[in-house]
T-cell receptor, first 115, second 112 residues
């Protein structure tokens, strides 16, 4: 079985721009969760989608948004980029709703650098 | 109440030694406690997980010890190898449908 695929692997954007990241979950998994990883804050939950519906959201500003398509692929969008948005963005897929209480598989992440 | 506190921040262990990483939580609603291993340039990979109905779970060289009354859990890596050098994260969550809350991570270095 193919793992979780995130594209692109690396991105460099300028402050004020917007960016879209993509995640393809493991085949058959309907839940996709997004996490931000930074050296200072560690791994922080952004949001989770299950069957195209956002089920859970972390404590991030509205500039961070996402969506899920009927094939379970998910995209995450960050608008009006700030320097502090530089991070590794990780996607996790699981067969049941949420990454909690169940085995969650992470992709390799997208390294976003905002300059 | 949502925090998971992890210690130490970094750890150096001799090859063949035991690595011990500790985590503590406050939220009594947490009932799923996984450990993840992350190598540079990779995403976290699930190592082992435990639920509060057992006090210990062992998989190969990796053991989770769980103390429900103290709200603490720990990861023990027996016979540590240089290939175990990575960052380890503990996490906690409620039932299915909730998000994982991660500790800040422990960077383990196993010297040969």
């Amino acid at each position: 079985k193919a793992g979780v695929t995130q594209t692109p692997r690396y991105l460099i954007k300028t402050r004020g721009q917007q960016v879209t990241l993509s995640c393809s979950p493991i085949s058959g998994h309907r839940s996709v969760s997004w996490y931000q990883q930074t050296p200072g804050q560690g791994l922080q939950f952004l949001f989770e989608y299950f069957s195209e519906t956002q089920r859970n959201k972390g404590n991030f500003p509205g500039r961070f948004s996402g969506r899920q398509f009927s094939n379970s692929r998910s995209e995450m969008n960050v608008s009006t980029l700030e320097l502090g948005d530089s991070a590794l963005y990780l996607c996790a897929s699981s067969s049941r709703a949420g990454t909690g209480g169940t085995e969650a598989f992470f992709g390799q992440g997208t390294r976003l650098t905002v300059v | 109440q949502q925090q998971v506190k992890q210690s130490p921040q970094s750890l150096i262990v001799q090859k063949g030694g035991i690595s011990i990483i500790n985590c503590a939580y406050e939220n009594t609603a947490f009932d799923y406690f996984p450990w993840y291993q992350q190598f540079p340039g990779k995403g976290p990979a699930l190592l082992i997980a435990i639920r509060p109905d057992v006090s210990e779970k062992k998989e190969g060289r990796f053991t989770i010890s769980f103390n429900k009354s103290a709200k603490q859990f720990s990861l023990h890596i027996m016979d540590s190898q240089p290939g175990d050098s990575a960052t380890y994260f503990c996490a906690a969550s409620g039932q299915a449908g909730t998000a994982l809350i991660f500790g800040k991570g422990t960077t383990l270095s196993v010297s040969s």
